[in-house]
């Protein structure tokens, strides 16, 4: 096969992915170059967040259900990879349970409760978690295997089996305490499983491959997840055996023949849809781009460009992957369902994706969906979450897909999303900064943090102060431990006309790769002040995808806005005794769900309320003011409120001519 330079491959990968972009994506308009394997995720813990980022992380932690899942729902604390092992089964369920599930939801629980609490440093939860680290060590076995399966039920499954699936989530979650406390032990531990869990799958016998093409199992196509584990251990080690055990995985890929839509297999045809389980495509999707950058191979570009093709048909105005369980080959549209499922772990895999070619448009698509579906699907205190959400939401039907549109602690035994909820902000801090190789770093999504990382050997901390998406303005303090020259890198979003800086005197300035570069000896003390110069944008969509209805929604910055319909909230089931209720959502005015655009409106942008306000998801400090027109044509003045401060919300309009 031959190999492509990872120059070509991100220049190539761009070029088509930008050629694919319908009017209105919600990746963008605008072309930008790669940036050619330049960035790497830094360690976790790098990034610490700040302002009401950090709010948010504390919130759920103490007071929503993040911190308290265990009194929720028993499925996230039955100690699988502890002492209590469960048996595998030909059947889909035991004793009423996939018996995977609650592995996976261990891993989800575990990985949110340990980033959440190290990220905001509250002591009860880091030695909480320290107590799982210690717990799961203890039981390791003798081997290495860390798992939920006893000794005479491993890696040897019939059909339905989740081995692989939830070890990459408890992995994952293993390797970020390791990052956040230097803890070699965790280190070994999960070098030794992986290590094992290859060995027991080698050429010849793969995962999928032993299964056969007619086992239906979601645990065992979950597996492919595998990768997040061996692209972190080989971005950490650089050890090949990592990336091509990785590669070997998504060839034996192939061979599944269930929620297989990012197959190699798959990918090789352009023109296709997704069409299955949406959680799947999500939690795939960064494999082809890892494995494209890597190594150069032509096969995996195909793929990866082709999975960029794919994506962006389904994406809804908030960005989010349309997914009512499968995809179903729907466009995208302000009436479509989405899983939060599908927020975090695209958000998860976009991460990986910018690191390999497709950068900006990637950083793009998380700040939008994490913006606007990923805050519009929970409350600002994450008591509970939709499962299922649409960026137009005219009520919520308590029996809508098995009760999955309500907003609720734990959507009956699929607890996914609502773990899942508690995930996204951690994943958004992983990504807001990156190293730029040797030459410095890169502020890649914005908002209020401080980053402590390590250039030339130099101890460096940058503070961004800001409120951003409710700010305009960013101000980076830099404090390397003595004078130091490297580069800081500013992304561009493709939602911005310009970007206006106040550098120090002497700073060299360039764009590069669609970022601006400012390079300088830096001292301690010294400030650059970024200004995004933001337009209110009318961006075509599709209102509905029945019979593909066209209209518009409005978008300044990485916020959507739209009309908020006021709602009454009551309490209805307790979940255990433990204070979380589902809520029962009801509207009390929908005057205006009807209006509609006049195809020369404008919307002026406006501050209501200070920057700096508690919750502002809640209580949002900008607004856009603007007239539409009702069903007799009349005009009416209105204030659209971003996205993620609404519950029922009319977000896609039709523009009356």
Known sequence: MEKMDRRRFGRTLTAAAVASLPAGSALGKKSHPALDGELRIPPAG???????????????????ITGHYDEINDTVDRDLFGANKERSSDQFFVAGKKPWWSGEHEGYWKDAVTRAAFLTRQKEYMDTVRGWMERVLEYQSPDGYIGIYPPDNRYNHKRENGELWTQSRLFVAMLAYHEYTGDKDVLEAVDRAVRLTMSKYPSGRGYFKSAGPTTHSGGLSHGLAFCDVLEWMHRKTRDEDFLNYAEFLYRDFDHCRFNDDMSLRKLRKART??????????????????????TGKEEFLVAANNAIR?????????????????????????DSFYEYCCITE?????NRVAQYGHSLEAFDLVEKMTFNGGQGARFPLLDSCSYLTSDNREQI?????????????????????????????????????????????????????????????IQVRIKEETSYPFSDEILFEIEPEKAARFSLFLRKPAFARELKLDTPPGTR???????????????PGERVRLKMELEVLKVPILVSWKGRRKGVCFQRGPLLYGL?????????????????????????????????????AEFEFTRVAPEERALPWRDPPVALEGEMVNAR?????????????????????????
């Not at 794919?310 to 302000?334: D, I, Q, W, Y």
């Not at 899942?420 to 190293?435: C, D, Q, S, T």
């Open 633 to 657: 044509g009349k005009a009416r003045q209105v204030t659209l409120v971003p996205q993620g401060a609404t519950v029922l919300r009319r977000m896609g309009f039709a523009v009356k001519e």
């Open 509 to 523: 300035t360039a764009e590069r790769d669609g970022f601006i570069e400012l390079e300088r000896p830096w001292s």
């Open 46 to 64: 790098s990034v610490i967040p700040g302002g009401w980022i950090r709010e948010q992380l504390e919130n759920d932690l103490i007071h929503g």
């Open 346 to 350: 695209l958000a998860i895999g976009m």
């Open 564 to 600: 908020r319909f006021p709602i009454e909230v009551e309490n209805g089931r307790e979940h255990g005794d433990s204070g979380f209720y589902d809520k029962v959502i009801t509207c009390t005015d929908q005057a205006g769900w009807e209006y509609r655009v006049p195809h020369q």
């Open 273 to 294: 849809r997704f069409m299955l389980h949406g959680p799947h495509v999500c939690e795939h999707f960064m494999v082809p781009f890892f494995l494209g950058g890597e």
């Open 397 to 457: 039907n308590p029996h809508g897909h098995l009760g999955r549109q309500i907003y609720s602690p734990s959507h009956s035994a699929a607890a996914c999303c609502t773990l899942n909820a508690g995930r996204l902000m951690p994943y958004y801090v992983e990504g807001m900064w990156m190293k730029w190789k040797d030459e410095g770093v890169a502020a890649c999504m914005y908002g209020p943090c401080v980053l402590e990382t390590i250039i030339n050997g």
């Open 310 to 334: 794919k994506l962006r048909r389904h994406l809804t105005p908030s960005g989010c992957l349309v997914s009512s369980e499968n995809v179903n080959g729907r466009p995208g549209a302000a």
